[in-house]
């Protein structure tokens, strides 16, 4: 898989609003697999306003990381918090294991004004 060939669509990270009108997508499914004692109760999502080149990944009750993009919407790096409170202790310790695969992909937000409160 050729992490420079965009038109294959492996490399694309299609973020679509759901159900329940949250940005969703195969990283915030999959860090759903990794939840440890809130599994089925609610699930992980994309905010959908980018500030200063980051997207917020979100679990109801806090924000708990970002994807942050460089111009052409190209992921370049995945960040669970780790604080005083432990807001990453929602999801088990190999979370991040499945960060790897998505970075180099392009997320794409489709259905959606994605707000840039950068211009």
Request: glycine share 6%.
């Amino acid at each position: 898989m050729d992490k420079n060939n965009l038109n294959d669509r492996r490399q694309i990270l299609l973020t679509n609003k759901d159900e329940y009108l949250e940005y969703t997508n195969d990283l915030t499914r999959e860090m759903d697999t990794y939840l440890g004692y809130k599994k089925g109760l609610a699930r992980t999502y994309i905010y959908d306003t980018k500030f200063k080149g980051c997207y917020a990944i979100r679990y109801p009750g806090a924000t708990r990381g970002y994807l942050r993009v460089n111009d052409n919407d190209i992921i370049t790096e995945i960040v669970l918090y780790r604080d005083k409170y432990n807001t990453d202790k929602i999801y088990t310790d190999n979370v991040r294991e499945c960060f790897k695969k998505y970075i180099g992909m392009k997320l794409v937000m489709e259905g959606t004004n994605i707000y840039d409160r950068n211009k």
